[in-house]
């Protein structure tokens, strides 16, 4: 049983910065991908950042140049870096893990950590 434990999340003022964290467990054969996703209140589930098991990134435009993603396949966890913080960036952060087999993919997601900024 794969599971996500997400921590980091809490209220900071804009401008300030908060690092999340995630750490899987349960699987023996690593992910091919590990990311963050967010959801705002009202709002869909948007893509922030992920992270290939390469090493390879990708980001939403709202966080470039403010966020960084980085994972440890060793531990599977993966981090999120977040500077300069604005009311934007708040909303429930989920981490999320993709592994494939057999080219089939399996999704699996922590239960979300709140992030919220303050104007």
């Known amino acids: 049983q794969v599971q996500l434990v997400e921590s980091g999340g809490g209220l900071v003022q804009a401008g300030g910065s908060l690092r999340l964290s995630c750490a899987a467990s349960?699987?023996?054969?690593?992910?091919?991908?590990m990311g963050w996703y967010r959801q705002a209140p009202g709002k869909q589930r948007d893509l922030v950042a992920t992270?290939?098991?390469?090493?390879?990134?990708n980001y939403a435009d709202s966080v470039k140049g403010r966020f960084t993603i980085s994972r440890d396949n060793a531990k599977s966890t993966v981090s999120l870096q977040m500077n300069s913080l604005n009311a934007e960036d708040t909303g429930v952060y989920y981490c999320h893990a993709r592994a494939v087999r057999a080219m089939v993919a399996y999704d699996y997601w922590g239960q979300g950590t709140q992030v919220t900024v303050s104007s």
């Open positions: 992270i290939t098991s390469g090493g390879s990134t």
């Open positions: 349960g699987s023996i054969f690593g992910f091919n991908a």
